[in-house]
């Protein structure tokens, strides 16, 4: 694959908007998790919920996009330059050359969630508005429809939803786009917010937690449900970039399909997609410095990739979970924590994992419990999703 490099990289999340307010609470070691109070349901858990985008309102001429999940993905978009960075590339490149490529599990679920809870008393007809909102808010393309118009770009445009690896699944295909030369550059991105479909739908599964979650904890009971957005503008790598430049060098996927909301109980899958990412890297195990866990704190996923994980690295690098901070943002997740490790590598950082103080004995993982100051050269991130829908990536720091 052609080495990608981050141009330019935002998110928002349950820490705040930004890249700078992410990394100033995840340095204070401040959750962004609290009780669950969405749409006032009052859920036995905590969630990671982004402020500023429960009021109607999207503006633009685009109004007929407006519902929760364009609304973040439309905050997300205004952070750090981000639309700039684009409308120069676009320059460089041509607008048409430019790819969008999205990851979500929600879309406008909760638009849907709202129109049945306002059903007429007497025919329980559906509103009126809600037919000519639907087809524009509830399709899973919306999200990348409006973004690819937000930001006035005309490439090839996608959206793929595989559960918790929908947008780390973006990355590997806005490779394959740009290796194709369908396009020159790619802005890959992660939306997901909150529903009543995903929040009583994990816990009938007996899946979140009724306290922060602790990933790798010896006590660990679920995890907690969050939401984010995440933007990253890829482009080819340049002959000299700049130190400090994060590349994406490789990706790994695979399906196991064991059960639907069970990983393989030997982590065939979630080997298959490591592998992949360092072959297609070209890199041996032992160069790989540190490990962002997908680590939901759920029993089996954590020991199951504990296990894959040392299948495949003799000596554990130091690994780490970042759920802690804001939660399983689903969809989102591959961008969100993607960027959360870009940040990390740049600024010498490995991740503490919060909320965890007991290490379950059984897990044989170098787990960083505390922050740890190094410089680290290569860094792989897990993503797995339901289905057995896995995907691994692999940044660089030069």
Sequence with gaps: MIPLRFKNYTTVNALGRGVGETFHALLQSRTGLRPCDFENRHIETYIGKVEGIDNPGIGNGLDRFDCRNN???LLGVQQDGFQQSVAETCRKYGAHRLAVIMGTSTSGILEVEHAYQNRDGHTQALPASFYVQAPVTHSMFSVGDFVRRSLQVEGPAVVISTACSSSAKGFACASRLIDAGLCDAAVVVGVDTLCLNTLYGFSSLGLVSSTPCRPCDV???GL???EGAAFVLLEKLENDPPTGSIIFRGYG??????????????G???ILAMRHALHRANVRPEEIGYIKLHGTATQANDLVEDSAIHTIFDSSPPCSSIKGWIGHTLGAAGAVELVFLALCLTHRLLPGTLNTTTLDPLLKSHILLHHKRTSVKWALGN?????GNNCSLLLELI
């Design 219 to 221: 006590h660990r009971d």
């Design 71 to 73: 609304r973040l993905a």
């Design 268 to 270: 065939e899958g979630a």
């Design 224 to 226: 907690n449900l969050g």
């Design 253 to 266: 996927e695979s399906c196991d399909g064991y059960r639907m909301a069970h990983p393989h109980p030997t």
């Design 383 to 387: 993503f797995f999703g339901f289905g």
